[in-house]
């Protein structure tokens, strides 16, 4: 007893005779060939996607050396933080379903409805706000999806896409904006009034066909996921015969 509460153990002698139910071996290296095969295509397009970034960044870059200009954020995008609804977790749990629910940094959940449909910049406004170089918090989002109320939701407002404004947020330090000593924080208005280097609208075109593909990257890997999650219990169980899958036909197929 511990406390006035009984405490069960399991000695280790005992779990080391737990016996449990596994395929043949051959079975067991065939599944982890082709979980291999879909993991290794995910990290090439997570790879691609790095590169996307950074490529996006540098012709950003070239771009502000040629023509360079000072504006607020305000007068470039729009807030549509009045359109958040926060969910807590009972309501989540009886909310399941394919839409993302995001929080200040990432999905939190998936739920049965969305707020938002189309291209977002989400922007951390309490708790993690800022990175270790005093840069945002940022998520590019798309699709149908729901915020909650920790992230600020940026629009398009101007000739400049929201492509063009997260690499700008990307390489801009906004500690000077950030509130708060025990919270971090930041404000609508402190955001509004954040001053970003933009270079000519017109030169940042090419973001749009860097971005769809980074989009393109993306979606494919969650449907990889979604064909590991689906496919894994079926093999392990034999319900689909792994003898009968050609991996050599899988990679080319993945590649």
């Not at 449990?20 to 095969?37: F, G, N, W």
């Amino acid at each position: 007893y511990v406390r006035g509460m009984k405490v069960f153990r399991v000695h280790p002698a005992d779990v080391s005779r737990i016996e449990i139910e596994l395929p043949h071996i051959e079975t067991q290296r065939k599944v982890v060939s082709i979980l291999d095969s879909i993991y290794t295509k995910q990290r090439i397009n997570t790879q691609l996607n790095g590169y996307l970034l950074e490529l996006a960044t540098t012709r950003f870059e070239q771009a502000l050396f040629k023509s360079n200009r000072v504006v607020r954020l305000g007068d470039i995008v729009k807030l549509e933080d009045s359109k958040r609804v926060p969910l807590n977790s009972r309501d989540r749990d009886a909310r399941k379903g394919p839409y993302p629910y995001y929080g200040a940094t990432s999905i939190m959940d998936y739920v049965d409805d969305y707020l938002f449909d189309g291209i977002r910049v989400l922007l951390g406004e309490d708790g993690s706000v800022i990175d270790e170089s005093g840069r945002p918090i940022l998520q590019y989002v798309w699709g149908k999806y729901w915020v909650n109320n920790h992230a600020h939701i940026l629009a398009a407002a101007s000739d400049y896409s929201l492509e063009a404004i997260y690499i700008a947020l990307q390489r801009t330090p906004i500690s000077h904006i950030v509130t708060g000593a025990v919270q971090r924080k930041i404000s609508q208005r402190n955001l509004n009034k954040l001053k970003l280097e933009m270079p000519d609208a017109k030169s940042l075109e090419y973001l749009q066909d860097i971005f769809a593909a980074y989009r393109c990257n993306c979606e494919e890997n969650r449907g990889l996921v979604s064909l590991r999650d689906a496919l894994l219990p079926k093999l392990m169980s034999g319900e689909i015969d792994v003898s009968k899958i050609d991996v050599a036909q899988l990679n080319s197929h993945l590649a």
